[in-house]
């Protein structure tokens, strides 16, 4: 019985430090760093690095500009595109790290499996905050910043002490995300389309989803062989 609280513990911190550095890379790193000096938990070897005073002030000061830079429209979803290429190798990381020390196999299938699920929350947010931008008032983005920065926080809090709870939680938003992110992706592609009609140009054909077919050009109807 110890042996499989210990499993799920690890698949646990695993999953929740990838799941939630798709959403706010820093606030992961510095809520993970600021348990460990405490020894509210023992982080594995691997992750014991995020208790490094450099590392924690580090990203306490990304965390603060990430808080800023994410109230601004429009910034925030510049911001979450270049944080594509950030968020998600470091969220194989910590899941890699988090596991501690075992086979390099199991170590690179918790890294590969981080960095889908990394994806897919960083994916998540970047679209809907890319909708939410299109309303003209900043209170729903303010929202949505501070409601995001609480749900990391309250998902490591639960990973690591709800282990089992947080793996339940962590399954069915995968399945939200597999029906979510399509609804996303075609939400923006709206948007895009209607600036574009706005400014006079016509919509891009290749913005489609995989598997979407392009929309059918019908031609003139065909005359009879009697029509002249």
């Not at 208790?51 to 306490?60: I, N």
């Not at 595109?81 to 910590?94: D, E, N």
């Not at 939410?132 to 929202?143: D, G, K, L, R």
């Not at 709800?162 to 029906?179: A, D, E, H, T």
Request: net charge negative.
């Amino acid at each position: 019985m110890e042996q499989l609280n210990s499993i799920s513990e690890a698949i646990a911190l695993s999953m929740g430090a990838a799941w939630a550095s798709g959403i706010n890379l820093y606030a992961t790193i510095l809520v993970l760093g600021i348990l460990g000096v405490t020894e509210n938990i023992i982080l594995p070897e691997n992750l014991q690095i995020l208790t490094h005073p450099m590392v924690m002030t580090g990203a306490g000061l990304m965390f603060i500009t990430e808080f800023v830079a994410d109230k601004v429209p429009g910034v925030d979803s510049g911001w979450d595109a270049v944080h594509t290429f950030i968020r998600i190798p470091a969220g194989a990381i910590l899941a890699a790290g988090a596991v501690g020390e075992v086979s390099p196999a199991l170590s690179l299938t918790a890294g590969i499996l981080g960095g889908g699920l990394a994806a897919g929350t960083h994916a998540t947010k970047a679209g809907a905050r890319a909708l939410i931008n299109t309303s003209p008032e900043p209170f729903t983005n303010w929202t949505a910043s501070v409601a995001e920065d609480l749900t990391v926080i309250g998902a490591i809090w639960t990973a690591l002490n709800y282990p089992v709870v947080f793996i339940c939680f962590v399954l069915i938003s995968i399945l939200l995300m597999i029906w979510l992110i399509p609804k996303l992706w075609r939400g923006i592609k709206k948007v895009f389309a209607a600036i574009v009609r706005l400014l006079g140009g016509e919509r891009p054909s290749d913005l489609r989803l995989p598997g979407e077919r392009p929309p059918k050009i019908e031609g003139p109807p065909e005359k009879s062989a009697g029509e002249c």
